[in-house]
């Protein structure tokens, strides 16, 4: 679940507006400073064009699952996941002051970034407009004012 920066409702996986606060943009409250979150806009652009917001400092991308309790920020089980070869944990984007890093979790069908294999244990750094793989299912990574819109 993210987290509104805004009024501190938890809001559904991948949201954009906080129905708690009357519709309140969760980008405007970030770039507002409300709940003093310091972390730029980013978000991963999936191909038919929803959007996942990474609002927290460690974004966990994978598929939820009841019986073993997962429950990533990024739920892709609803997007074809299963099917596109996303593992249940399968990567992970941290924002540090220096940007945002991805690292895989071991996933079944691997992480792709710009065509390069990203090896499980080793983050790499992204930068907009990375293209990302998740098994098979494609993102874009968008970072700073290339985030929300």
């Known amino acids: 679940m993210n987290i509104c920066p805004s009024c501190e409702t938890q809001m559904d996986h991948g949201m954009e ?4 606060c009357a519709g309140a943009d969760v980008e405007e409250a970030l770039e507002a400073g409300q ?3 310091d972390i ?4 991963l652009e ?6 996942f917001s990474l609002v927290s400092e460690e974004t966990l991308i994978g598929r ?5 309790q997962i429950e990533p920020d990024v739920d892709l089980s609803y997007c074809g996941g299963f099917e596109q070869g996303v593992s249940r944990r399968h990567a992970v984007i941290t924002f540090h002051e220096d940007g945002y890093i991805l690292e895989d979790l071991g996933s079944t069908n691997g992480t792709v970034v710009n065509r390069e294999k990203v090896v499980p244990g080793s983050p790499v750094t992204l930068v907009e407009g990375d293209v990302i793989h998740l098994g098979r299912m494609k993102a874009v990574f968008h970072a700073g004012e290339g985030g929300l819109s």
């Open 35 to 37: 709940a003093g979150v």
């Open 46 to 51: 999936l191909e038919d064009g929803q959007r």
């Open 40 to 43: 730029p806009s980013a978000c």
């Open 64 to 68: 939820s699952d009841p019986v073993d």
């Open 17 to 20: 507006l906080c129905t708690s």
